[in-house]
């Protein structure tokens, strides 16, 4: 998809997006020659540039995994961040909050230490040729229970400071946040200064798992909650918090049921009873879209005019957890 020029000229911010999930075909073929492993070409479509998938289960399992065993060093690292935050500024972004998953070491052997160090150098070297900053936040995985108080370990071992902020992504089962509870509250109290809290909650499953996420943590934003569209008094209490709803349209349309095509999406419907949104891509590698394409999308499908757009940019850098010396500068860019 091409953007117009006026969608073009919109400073972008974006607050929702994997980083493995930003890793293009070409990026992941030079990634993997780099460390001498074969991928197998049938993830690949067959002219090569985009991800082959039967369904969006298939995509964020198999062929995501297959794509990610691939980055193995803080060069790998580097390199994706580079290239992301890249791509975004010449979409016009001006902030990015990629989010790193911990449990991703167990899957491609890397070290934490040198995975944080190498998004950390991408986002220098992206900073210094493009303008464009970033922050990063740490991700639970909600499937994997299991690994809660391990992954909180890791974070707490490397507290660098440009980690901001901690998540939960990953398949939604209601009521599943209450095994990360207690993992989510240790990280918070020892990190050794203030983290933004966000939660995925209300994709797939209904508003129960927004109420649910809103109890259990102290949260900020939540990845998605386009769910909590459902019920009027949740809206009312996403208000009453100012917590943030980090919606993903392409995302929503690819992966939850309820939400076919655009014109069933409840994007208007939360911006509209004055729900703090921001907008974003979730995992642009993989599904060919992009912070500006998210842009284009909420003008042309969901009617928001240039000006809507440049507050929900506003909107979402305040809603961001970038310091706030940062976030003045940013906002005086505006
Ligand atoms: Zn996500």
Redesign the pocket.
Same mark, same amino acid.
């Given at each position: 998809m091409k953007l117009t020029d006026d969608i073009k000229a919109i400073p972008k911010a974006e607050l929702?997006v %994997?980083i493995e @999930?930003t890793v293009t075909p070409d990026i992941a073929r030079l990634i993997a020659k780099r460390n001498g492993i074969t991928i197998n070409p049938e993830i690949f479509s067959e002219d090569g540039l985009s991800y082959k998938w039967n369904g969006f289960i298939d995509l964020v399992t198999r062929v995501y995994q297959e794509m990610a065993r691939c980055l193995k060093t803080a060069d790998d690292y580097e390199t994706i961040m580079y290239d992301y935050l890249c791509r975004c500024a010449a979409e016009g972004a001006i902030y990015v909050e990629p /989010?790193g998953y911990p449990g991703q070491c167990l899957v491609s052997g890397i070290d934490y230490k040198d995975m944080v160090d190498g998004m950390v150098r991408g986002i220098d070297r992206a900073r210094a040729d493009t303008g464009i900053e970033s922050r990063l936040t740490m991700t639970f995985e909600r499937h994997r229970p299991s690994g809660a108080e391990s992954d909180a370990d890791l974070i707490l071992s490397y507290t660098h400071p440009y980690i901001v902020g901690l998540d939960i992504?990953g398949g939604e089962q209601e009521g599943d946040l209450a095994g990360f509870e207690t993992a989510y509250k240790r990280v918070l109290k020892d990190f050794g200064r203030p983290l933004g809290v966000r939660a %995925?909650a209300a994709e797939n499953i209904g508003p129960a798992n927004g109420w649910d996420a809103i109890k259990r943590l102290p949260l900020n934003r939540m @990845? %998605?909650g386009v769910r909590c569209s459902e019920d009027s008094g949740l809206i009312k209490e996403l208000i009453a918090r100012n917590i943030t709803l980090e919606v993903?349209p392409t /995302?929503n349309i690819l992966a939850v049921k309820e939400y076919p095509d655009f014109k069933s999406h409840p994007l208007r419907k939360l911006y509209d009873a004055g729900v703090s949104i921001s907008l974003n891509s !979730? !995992?642009p590698g993989l599904f060919g879209n992009s912070i500006g394409q998210e842009y284009q999308i909420a003008h042309d499908e969901f009617g928001f005019t240039v000006d809507e757009l440049e507050g929900i940019t506003r909107n979402a850098i305040r809603a961001s957890f970038v310091e706030d010396s940062v976030k003045e500068k940013l906002l005086a860019t505006l």
């Open positions: 929702h %994997h @999930g /989010s992504a %995925h @990845g %998605h993903c /995302s !979730d !995992d």
